[in-house]
C-alpha cells in the first residue's frame, strides 16, 4: 500500500531550488534542413510484406454488417451528441 502522506527529507522547498543562470542554457545552433530516407526503403519493404487482403478482418467485417444491434444504440446516440454539439466549421468562427 502506498502512504498518502510524504517524507518531509523529500519535500523539495524553494530555498533548496538553485535556478539555471542565463549563460548556462545551451545555444542553439541553426544547421542546415535535414532528412534522412533510410528508414523509408525499410517501411516499404515492411509494407510490401503485408498482404493485399486480409481474410480475417473481411470476415470479421461481415459478420458485424449481418448484426443488427451493431453498432449498440448507445454508441450511436452518443457520436449523434457528439455531432449535434460540435461548432460548424463552415461558418467564420472569428
Do not use: H, K
Not at 486480409?54 to 454508441?75: F, K, Q, S, T
Amino acid at each position: 500500500m502506498i502512504s498518502s502522506t510524504s517524507s518531509s527529507d523529500r519535500v523539495l522547498r524553494p530555498d533548496n531550488v538553485v535556478a539555471a543562470s542565463p549563460s548556462a542554457a545551451r545555444p542553439y545552433a541553426q544547421g542546415p534542413d535535414r532528412i534522412s530516407t533510410a528508414g523509408a526503403a525499410f517501411l516499404r519493404e515492411a509494407l510490401e510484406r503485408q498482404p493485399a487482403v486480409r481474410p480475417a478482418v473481411v470476415e470479421r467485417g461481415r459478420e458485424l454488417v449481418a448484426d443488427a444491434n451493431y453498432p449498440a444504440l448507445v454508441i450511436i446516440e452518443r457520436v449523434a451528441a457528439q455531432i449535434i454539439n460540435s461548432p460548424d466549421l463552415s461558418e467564420d468562427q472569428s
